[in-house]
């Protein structure tokens, strides 16, 4: 379906023609003066000088040939020359119409999808989520969700950061406490056992203290670093161990993105592709891109237009040990080679811009990828505590992920039973369901390469620009729906009507430029253009219901229409807020 404001255009672009101007002055706008006109155009203003006239006697023109539009119900010439236009109730309907009669409310889909890599989450094995992970899980979860909406078809992979030093901490550490453990017996050759010889609460203790002694302790950090090489280079005791410590960090990982309904469809990680770097490294060096400097082995990426400093891309260490460029780099090399992607999309804090910079310019000059591939970073800010400082725990330590969300379930909570009397289990539940929409909200609301503030508070108020907010309108809609199922009505095949009031109306204009909305979102990757369309939805529809008898409207037939119009409110809100990765509970 054409968007609601491109049909509007259309028409008075008719309109510019029809008087003798020039059809592109037509272009129509959302009016910023929403007391006076609902839409407006300003070309007569911008065709003034062209034809040498007064804006003013041109604006007349048009509005004299569209006196007996189809589309607007008012077109009045106002000096100095702007056009200020209402749209007819009719045309508005037959609009609505067909959105509720298409798929996806008329959204048109690419004719040709895109296969688009999105990598996203970023976790670390052996160390628990903690707030600065919830970002790029979030922001990553919902441009998934909104791009595939869009008819694009995406992978996402968590990218696990599997591949380093914490490693060789946390085995070093178990060597410390198990010396006896059969995975440090060198001239062991049998099987290892299937079980892992710690649980996830004990490997989140392990790491830490590991990480802290190393930190003290110059000679267990060597042995930290020895363990690492000799796992990363087939010594079977550790890589034994480095498969229970992934296996049994995965398994805890996966629960704790599933209760942020963030979910992956590749679990690969940094390790999978070290098999693919001695080719890669090999290439780079017979194809001359890649020359050793201080013993490191680099690719130059800075171009003659920086004009800031971009130091080379570092391929291997001097030691030759592959980092964090090489894996991400062989990791391109096995996406273009397996999945043959047209776009592979980063999310990551935005403090790696210089790295995702060198990663992408050395990829293309190497040709990892194809001249048309694109490659995207999505550069996130931080979220801070209400001292405008990343967000800590009391005590100063980095809090962990599962702790905010529990502290944020327990206050809906008290929220909820404070208002209500529910079941235990039931406002369990919906504690749970609001208080995912008030992080998430709260998160994906601002753009996301922008700092924000976490403020509970703020963030699970039941008004304002909040997820709570949102809900509670789906919340309110599905209630009125149910009330009129039990009086007797159907939801089948209502259709909506024209508007009796300007707040209908309002709303109906509202939903109208879904797809605008949608289509915008997708094309710039973001979500937070969703926000500010579903609460400007919920406003309008708010200030609709508290205006409108609904259930109490005596002609069936118009409360009919008044019905339809809530099931079409009610539809996209939750295609929505399914897009930004959360979803409303029956009541609250
Ligand atoms: N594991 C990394 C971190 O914690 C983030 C990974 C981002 N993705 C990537 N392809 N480098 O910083």
Known sequence: MKKLLDLISEEMEKGFEKAGYAKELGRVTLSNRPDLCEYQCNGAMAGAKQYKKAPIAIAGDVAAVLADSAVFSEVDAVAPGFLNLKVKERFLRDYLQEMQEHEKFGLELPVKSKKVVLDYGGANIAKSLHVGHLRPAIIGESIKRILRYCGQEVIGDVHLGDWGLQMGLVITELKERQPDLVYFDESYTGEYPAEAPFTIGELEE??????????EDADYKAKAMEVTYKMQN????????????RRVSIEDLKKNYAGLNVEFDLWKGESDVNGLIPSMVDYMKREGYAHESEGALVVDVKEETDNKEIPPCMVL????????????????????????????????????????EQIFRCARKTKLVKPETELVWLGHGTMNGRDGKPFKTRDGGVKRLENLIGETNEEMYRKITENREMPEEEARETARLIGLAAIKYGDLSNQASKDYVFDMEKFSSFEGDTGPYILYTIVRIKSILNKYKEQGGSLDGLKVQDAGSESEKALMMQLGAFQATIEGACAEIAPHKICAYIYDLANAFNKFYHETRILAEENEEKKAGLIALLVLTKDILETCIDMLGFSAPERM
Request: glycine share 6%.
């Open 317 to 356: 260490k001097s030691d030759g040990a592959a980092l964090y460029n090489t894996t991400d780099l062989a990791t391109i090399m096995d996406r273009m080679e397996n999945i043959e992607p047209d776009e592979i999309i980063y999310v990551t804090d935005k403090r790696q811009e210089l790295y995702f």
């Open 206 to 215: 392990i790491y830490p203290t590991a990480s802290k002694r190393s930190k």
């Open 234 to 245: 087939g010594v079977r005791g550790y890589e034994a161990l480095f498969g229970h410590i």
